[in-house]
């Protein structure tokens, strides 16, 4: 199958038509299963958009602070059918973060939970131009909405609204790795193409578990819009904390997670491989992610090839995709086959991809307008002939693209080497008691500084943890050019600040602690 689309509410409509009375999403509320099949989903989202064009008829930015939840992706679905330009926070963002990135957003309505409505009014106070905030209630107050704005309802013809493909439909603030967020524009047909291609579709029967946050555009597009285009069945999560016990009664088939996810899963099936020695590597696995779990989707950091060889043993294919949010957000898709197993993905064929003096550069319908009121950061960001910069390092191989490093975080030496440090700090991510490690220049030095897994250490009786860190190091530089290795280490105290998206700031980390006493 392919079909070309052009906003998500066609991307939607063609599911509704295509896969009809079939499960689109299951979740728990109350301890109750629930199911919601292809078409309820396409009818709550448009009873959303109708809601919206009945209490505001402008094209207007609406901020959206929730959790994940099937109101929550029905929400914002309907809110990109209405028009108008949707602006996703995290549940946790902080009065002072919201009220500068309103005013940077122009937001002028807010939907949020009702936990948040006092931090909402405090924001006002300041912003000052939120003309009307919506609590988003409870369960009963959406079966509500969905029930008063149906195709039923006397309200139907405002769901009746002219799609314009190239209008913006969602600002994403970037994570702000180096301390500057961003507003990434995404057009309507940027999110629908970039869900609509055959590089990789799910199978029929897929049935995948979302677990990330639904604010940021990785689990929307990858978890909520690809699953529409393909027919699969979307599994909602919930708190994190409920992820084992979701597997086991969801029993997916596919999980999109981040690296760090994927060593908290292997190592729980170690942990069941220990304890039931009587059991085969699979039986031990589907303690764990259950009978029907086969494969795991990576993004948003490296994915090492030894945890990729690991997974294999229990029956579970790892693979990774490459993409950013600037890119709706994928650049490469998951290649389950054994070609180019540990790459960073395939291309989806939608866009055009090329490497420039070292850097990844993509051109075509997934790439973002630019980032909102920042003319100069979009004319920096793009090539004369328009290409975006991703700002990483690598090669493509046929079809398969391979990343070496971000070009910012480059380590230039006085005698001209250029080392990525990003290539020295993956091969730490096999050994599980380094958590984390930042690999930095100082003096003309390469430095590594390491937060070490003291729980881990303890749990295999390590008590000399910087002895056992020093001969870590020592293997590691064993497999780098001597231009590369690594000159000492450091041993931190407490994990390093990460970005919503579970990013090293890197920025903040070279500049507030290493350069501090300098």
Not at 183 to 201: F, P, T, W
């Amino acid at each position: 199958m392919e079909k070309q689309l052009s906003t998500v509410r066609e991307l939607a409509g063609f599911a509704a038509g295509t896969y009809a009375n079939k499960d689109f999403c299951r979740f728990y509320a109350n301890k109750e299963l629930h199911i919601k099949s292809y078409s309820e989903f396409y009818e709550d989202s448009l009873a959303v958009c109708r809601y919206i064009s009945s209490i505001e008829k402008n094209r207007i930015h609406i901020g959206f602070i929730g959790r994940t939840s099937y109101e929550y992706i029905a929400c914002l679905t309907g809110m990109i059918f209405s028009g108008n330009v949707v602006v996703p926070f995290a549940p946790d963002i902080t009065v002072e973060e919201a009220t500068q990135l309103f005013n940077d957003a122009d937001v002028e309505m807010l939907f949020c939970e009702e936990e948040f409505l006092q931090k909402a009014e405090r924001i006002n106070e300041s912003y000052g131009n939120i003309k009307k905030i919506i609590s988003l209630g409870d369960r009963e107050w959406f079966s509500d909405i969905f029930r008063n704005y149906s195709s039923e309802s006397e309200f139907a013809p405002l769901s009746d609204i002219e799609e314009k493909p190239e209008d913006c439909a969602l600002i994403i603030y970037t994570s702000g790795t180096t301390g500057e967020r961003k507003g990434v524009m995404l057009s309507n047909r940027s999110l629908a193409a970039n869900s609509s291609y055959k590089a990789y579709s799910m199978d029929d029967d897929d049935v995948s578990l979302s677990v990330l946050p639904m604010h940021h555009v990785f689990c929307y597009a990858c978890d909520v819009l690809k699953t529409l285009y393909d027919g699969g069945t979307l599994c909602l999560n919930g708190k994190l904390t409920n992820l084992y016990k979701n597997l086991l009664r969801f029993e997916p088939t596919i999980m999109r997670i981040v690296p760090s996810m994927c060593k908290s899963v292997l190592t729980k099936i170690k942990i069941a491989e220990r304890k039931h020695p009587e059991l085969s590597k699979r039986e031990a696995a589907e303690l764990v992610v259950g009978r029907n779990f086969r494969r795991m989707i990576a993004g948003s950091a490296f994915l090492s090839g030894a945890l990729i060889d690991e997974f294999e043993q229990y029956g579970i294919t790892a693979r990774q995709g490459y993409g950013m949010s600037e890119c709706s957000p994928r650049i490469t898709t998951s290649d389950f086959s054994d070609n180019c197993k540990y790459s960073n993905g395939k291309l989806l064929g939608t866009d055009e991809v090329r490497v420039m003096d070292g850097e990844i550069q993509v051109k075509g319908p997934s790439v973002m307008l630019g980032y909102y009121k920042k003319p100069l950061r979009t004319k920096e960001v793009f090539t004369e002939d328009g290409f975006l910069r991703t700002g990483d390092l690598g090669y493509i191989d046929g079809d398969h693209v391979y990343l070496i490093g971000r070009k910012k975080n480059l380590i230039i030496l006085s005698n001209g080497e250029n080392i990525s440090p990003e290539e020295i700090e993956n091969c730490f991510v096999d050994d599980g008691i380094v958590k984390e490690v930042v690999v930095y220049a100082e003096k003309d030095s390469i430095i590594a500084e390491i937060f070490p897994d003291e729980l881990l250490a303890s749990s295999l009786e390590i008590v000399d943890i910087e002895g056992e860190i020093e001969k870590i190091v020592d293997r590691v530089n064993t497999g780098l050019n001597s231009d590369r290795q690594i000159d000492s280490f450091r041993i931190r105290n407490k994990p390093f600040t990460r970005t919503s998206s579970g990013k090293i700031k890197r920025t903040e980390f070279y500049f507030k602690e290493n350069r501090k006493n300098d």
